[in-house]
C-alpha cells in the first residue's frame, strides 16, 4: 500500500492547535471532535467505540495540520483495531462482507457488473480487445444502483461518439477498495488491490478513465506505481471541449452551481476541468458556493458512510448544501462524484432543485 498506515508515534507531534477540529465537518455538531480524539491517542486513553465511525475522510484535517500528523489516517488506525475486534456498527460489518464475497459493498452480484452496458445502443468491447488498453472502470454504485447507473452510460457514449477508444473489465472488475481501507479494514483492501493490479497487468493496461474520484483516489494514491495514467473522467473531457473535439449543439438555460467533491478536489486538486466543463455549455448561469474548492462543504458520503447511519440527530452537511445553493438562487447543483448525487438529492429534491452529475448535463446539450 502506497500510502501507509500512519505510525502511531506521529500523533505525540500534535500541538492541539484545533485545525483539524476547525475544518471537520462533524465536529460541533456531533460528538466527534478530531483534536479531542487525537488527544486521547497521545495518552492512549479510551476511545468509545461509536466515535471513529461519525469521519467522513474528507481529508480536511490532514490538509490543515500544520505538524503533518494525518488526523485522517490516524482515525483509520482506530478504525483497524476495532474491526480488528469485532467492535463495528453491523451495517459497515454487512458491507465488508458483502465486499468479501461479491467484490462490492452492496453485495450485489458480481456477474451484474457490467448490466449498464445493456442500456447502450453499441458495443463496448473487453479491454484486452482494444488497442489503446484504456479502461473505463465503473465504481460500485454507479455499476449497481439505478440513480447512478446513468454515469457510466454518458460517458460511454460521449467516448463512443467522439472516437475515443476504451474497454471495460465487466465482471472482472473488483471494487477499487478507497472505502474499505478507509473503514479500517486493510486486509480486505490488499486482497482487492492485489486483484484488481493483477487484473491490470494481465491485460496490459496502460490507461485508466475512473468515473468516481473516490476509485481515481485509490488507484492514483493508493496501489503504488502500476505504470498506468490515472485520471478522472472530467480530466479528459475538458481539454476534448477546450480545443473543439467536443462540441454542444443545444443550450442548458438554468442557474448552475457547482458542489466540489472532497476526493476530487481536496484530495486530488481537480477543481478547474468540472468548472471549464460548465462554464462551456451554452446558457448555463454559472454560481458558486460560498464554501468552494478547497474549503468545499463534504457530503457525508465518504469513510464508510453511504453504508450506514450514525444515530445522533443534526442537520446533515447535505441539508445545509441544498439551502446554501438556495440561497444563491440555484435550479441545479452539479457535482461530479456519486456519493455526492445520492447525498444531495433527497434535500434538493424538497428544496424544488435538480441535483445533476456532469455527465448528464453535458448529453442534454450534446
Known amino acids: 500500500m502506497q500510502e501507509a498506515i500512519v505510525n502511531t508515534n506521529r500523533v505525540l507531534t500534535c500541538i492541539q492547535c484545533g485545525k483539524c477540529t476547525g475544518s471537520c465537518p462533524e465536529s460541533g455538531k456531533t460528538p466527534f ?3 479531542m480524539l487525537m488527544r486521547k491517542r497521545q495518552f492512549r486513553n479510551t476511545i468509545e467505540e461509536f466515535l471513529p465511525w461519525y469521519c467522513t475522510s474528507c481529508g480536511a484535517c490532514t490538509i490543515r495540520c500544520p505538524r503533518d500528523v494525518k488526523p485522517s489516517e490516524v482515525i483509520i488506525e482506530i478504525r483497524s483495531g476495532f474491526v480488528e475486534n469485532g467492535d463495528i456498527p453491523a451495517a459497515i460489518q454487512k458491507a465488508l462482507e458483502n465486499t468479501f464475497v461479491q467484490k462490492n459493498p452492496w453485495g450485489r452480484s458480481r456477474a451484474k457488473r457490467g448490466a449498464w452496458v445493456e442500456k447502450l445502443d453499441f ?6 480487445e ?3 488498453k484504456r479502461l473505463l472502470f465503473t465504481c460500485c454504485i454507479q455499476a449497481y444502483d439505478p440513480r447512478c447507473m446513468v454515469i457510466p452510460v454518458n460517458v460511454a457514449t460521449i467516448l463512443n461518439r467522439y472516437g475515443i477508444e476504451f474497454g471495460i473489465l465487466g465482471e472482472e472488475e473488483a ?13 480486505l483492501f490488499e486482497e482487492l488491490q492485489e486483484e484488481n493490479k493483477t487484473v491490470f497487468k494481465e491485460y496490459g493496461i496502460k490507461e485508466i478513465i475512473a468515473l468516481s474520484p473516490h476509485c481515481m483516489n485509490a488507484f492514483k494514491k493508493e496501489y503504488g506505481d502500476m505504470d498506468i495514467k490515472v485520471s478522472h473522467y472530467t480530466e479528459l473531457l475538458a481539454p476534448m471541449i477546450k480545443n ?7 443550450t442548458y438555460n438554468k442557474k448552475v452551481i457547482y458542489h466540489d467533491p472532497c476526493f476530487l478536489g481536496k484530495q486530488n486538486g481537480i477543481f478547474d476541468e468540472p468548472r471549464d466543463i460548465l462554464k462551456t455549455v451554452q446558457g448555463i448561469d454559472f454560481l458558486e458556493f460560498i464554501r468552494s474548492r478547497e474549503n468545499s462543504m463534504c457530503c457525508e458520503g465518504g469513510g464508510g458512510r453511504m453504508f450506514f447511519e450514525v444515530e445522533t440527530q443534526y442537520k446533515r452537511n447535505s441539508e445545509v448544501r441544498v439551502e446554501d445553493a438556495f440561497q444563491k438562487g440555484a435550479e441545479v447543483i452539479a457535482t461530479a462524484c456519486p456519493f455526492c448525487v445520492m447525498n444531495l438529492e433527497e434535500k434538493a429534491v424538497e428544496k424544488g432543485l435538480e441535483v445533476k452529475e456532469l455527465s448528464e448535463i453535458l448529453m442534454e446539450v450534446l
Open 175 to 187: 471494487c477499487c477498495g478507497n472505502e474499505i481501507r478507509r473503514i479500517g479494514e486493510s486486509g
Open 123 to 128: 458495443e463496448i468491447p473487453h479491454v484486452s
Open 130 to 132: 482494444t488497442a489503446s
Open 244 to 250: 473543439g473535439t467536443i462540441t454542444f449543439n443545444g
Open 33 to 35: 471532535n478530531v483534536r
